[in-house]
Structure formats: C-alpha cells, structure tokens
C-alpha cells in the first residue's frame, strides 16, 4: 500500500497513527457518532487501533456501537489506502448506514 501523499512505502504505524489524513478522518468520524449518538466518547489511540472502549462513563449500548464504529473505521482506512481512494467521511457514514451487520439502530 502505497501513500500517495509522501511518496514513499506505507507502514501500519504510518497507516493507522501518524497519518494527517487518518488523523483528520478519525476526529470527523468521532464527532460525527458522538453527534448522531448524543454521546461524548473520547477513545485513546490504543482504543481506536484495538476497537475496544473501556473506560467510559456512556451507557453499554453506545460504547458497543462505538466500538463496532471503531472495527469498521479500521477496515475503511485499510480498504481505501489499498485501492488508492481518499477516505472520505460520506464514504464512510454510507457504508455503516448500508451494511447489514451493523450493531445497532443508533448507527
């Protein structure tokens, strides 16, 4: 997987942490679950790289979407560096409204 930006060999750590492109889509994707679910859910970065929220004072029902949010942010990052597109929000909010696995009706 190539990024395209710096031209140069993408590392996972590049991919997923260090990424101004990644690190950007992560804070959309956050506030936009954390508006959709009136929710106030801040992950660390180790919470958003495993998909497991821990410590949070939000009800279960919001920390299991969270946490699928999270899975599935994961592969919409990998999936789109891979074929070389831009990882975009709306791409993203249309994938989680039109798979038949989400976790729940607050997605």
């Excluded at 959709?36 to 949070?56: A, D, H, K, V």
């Excluded at 004072?57 to 994961?74: D, P, Q, R, V």
């Excluded at 989680?96 to 696995?101: E, G, L, M, Q, S």
């Amino acid at each position: 997987m190539n990024a395209v930006s710096v031209g140069r060999k993408d590392s996972i750590d590049h991919a997923f942490i260090h990424c101004s492109f990644t690190k950007s889509f992560v804070q959309k994707v956050t506030l936009w679950f954390n508006i959709t679910n009136n929710s106030q859910i801040f992950p660390t970065t180790e919470e958003l790289l495993f998909g497991s929220i821990t410590n949070s004072s939000e009800n279960n029902y919001a920390i299991k979407n969270f946490n699928y949010t999270t899975l599935f942010m994961g592969y919409h990052i990998y999936s789109s560096k891979l074929n070389n597109k831009p990882i975009s929000l709306n791409d993203f909010i249309n994938a989680i409204y039109t798979t038949k696995i989400h976790a729940g009706k607050l997605l």
